[in-house]
């Protein structure tokens, strides 16, 4: 059974919220339909709400230290603007 991302309570597979805390659930490896806003994001970001792996995290660290642009680095991660700036404020690089 699939748990909550946020509180770590189990919770269904067919339930969008979680029944404990109300965070809302997104299972990554769930064979249903992705969500629509998924969907479209992946459209032009391939990686859209994707979590990021520990390599990944890795690799954004080198290249940002390599002085690439974030633009470089969206094209790379298949990630938007908001979501590189984002983690490169969460690894405390700037
Ligand atoms: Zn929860």
Same mark, same amino acid.
């Given at each position: 059974?699939?748990?909550?991302?946020? =509180?770590? /309570?189990? /919770? +269904?597979?067919?339930?969008?919220?979680?029944?404990?805390?109300?965070?809302?659930?997104?299972?990554? +490896?769930?064979?249903? #339909?992705?969500?629509?806003? /998924?969907?479209?994001?992946?459209?032009?970001?391939? +990686?859209?709400?994707?979590?990021?792996?520990? #390599?990944?995290?890795?690799?954004?660290k #080198?290249?940002?230290?390599?002085?690439?642009?974030?633009?470089?680095? =969206?094209?790379?991660?298949?990630? +938007?603007?908001?979501?590189?700036?984002?983690?490169?404020?969460?690894?405390?690089?700037?």
């Amino acid at each position: 059974m699939p748990s909550c991302g946020s =509180c770590g /309570v189990s /919770v +269904n597979e067919s339930d969008n919220f979680c029944s404990k805390c109300g965070h809302k659930l997104i299972f990554e +490896n769930e064979q249903k #339909e992705l969500p629509e806003y /998924v969907k479209k994001a992946r459209l032009l970001y391939r +990686n859209a709400y994707q979590t990021w792996s520990s #390599e990944d995290d890795l690799k954004l660290k #080198e290249l940002y230290l390599q002085g690439k642009s974030k633009q470089e680095l =969206c094209d790379y991660f298949g990630r +938007n603007f908001g979501a590189i700036r984002a983690r490169i404020q969460k690894l405390g690089l700037e």
